[in-house]
């Protein structure tokens, strides 16, 4: 490794940019498109000792912009990625047509990540998906999702709540063994939120169920066997300081931790152009709530 003695630096990670097309009239911006990352996401990764770049989409119609920049030169100046929730995934993006115009996602903006996440994953670099990004990670690998879960699975209980948004919760089970259930250190259940209307169906090539809702067995969390690549339907990053809910740190430590061994992996290729070496990430503390300082039985 050839780093100058006591030279270091924060982990840098990207984040995917969330796309709005029609901005509201008391914001400006008449007749554009403006991307943006949520505050939270931001700080979920920042709190960790990281620092977090938002990765700008860029348009068809933006040739200058697509010239002079490629997709992999971003992943080589970042360790990581996280793509953020937001519109729906484009039911053509999987091979199928909407089954209401509500529901018709974001093609444009599923284009613009896949090409991320297929890039960072062909470098060796990690990616989580959150709520959007877990299902884009899915529907990477061929698999589908359930354009509405009320409508097509009116057995689950109710996933989004406009009214409550993040207020809404229910418990998560974590497969056992699985890498998810020993990152939170052997623990069976757990409480989330939930703020989404879509939802895993068929499951992609290599890719594998880490948690499901506890009450309508809905998949909350997968992940990627052939590399570093986890998906979770719930939001951490809103998960902050409310006890009752699991601990966002642990998943946010796992990926940052891989996202240096990554980059200690490259340091020496000729081809890396920061040969200086990645610090750690920073291990918050953190109080359990009574219910998560043990698994749950049964």
Known sequence: ???????????RIG???????????????????????????????????????????VAEDSRRAARHLSVVEYVNELDGLVLQGGADVAPQTYGQEPLDPRWAGDAVRDRYELALLR???????????????????????????????????????PHVDPDLYDRLEHEVTFVP????????????RLR?????????????????????????GVVEAIRWTKGYARGVQWHPE????RRTL???SPIMLDFLTEARAAALRLIDHAECA?????????????????????????
């Not at 796309?19 to 920042?46: C, D, R």
């Not at 809103?238 to 300081?241: I, R, S």
């Not at 200086?276 to 359990?288: D, H, I, S, T």
């Open 177 to 188: 063994g699985s890498r998810l259930a020993q990152i939170y250190r052997g623990a069976l």
């Open 119 to 157: 890039a960072f994953l062909q470098h060796g670099k990690p990616v989580i998906g959150v709520c959007r990004g877990c299902q884009l990670l899915n529907v990477a690998f061929g698999g589908t999702l359930y354009q509405d879960v009320a409508t097509q699975c009116p057995h689950a209980q």
């Open 274 to 298: 920061d040969r200086r070496v990645p610090r750690p990430p920073l291990r918050l503390p953190f109080e359990p709530a009574p219910e998560q300082m043990h698994p749950v039985d049964g």
């Open 15 to 57: 984040i995917s940019a969330r796309l709005m097309y029609q901005v509201p009239a008391e914001l400006g911006f008449k007749n554009k498109t403006l991307q943006y990352l949520e505050q939270s996401l931001a700080h979920w990764i920042m709190e960790h000792g990281a620092m977090a770049f938002m990765i700008p989409a």
């Open 1 to 11: 490794m050839n780093s100058p003695a006591g030279t270091t630096r924060p982990l």
């Open 238 to 241: 809103f998960h902050g300081d």
């Open 246 to 248: 699991a601990d966002s």
């Open 192 to 216: 989330v939120t939930s703020i989404h209307h879509q939802a895993i169906r068929q499951l992609g090539r290599d890719i594998e169920v880490e948690a499901v809702s506890s009450e309508d």
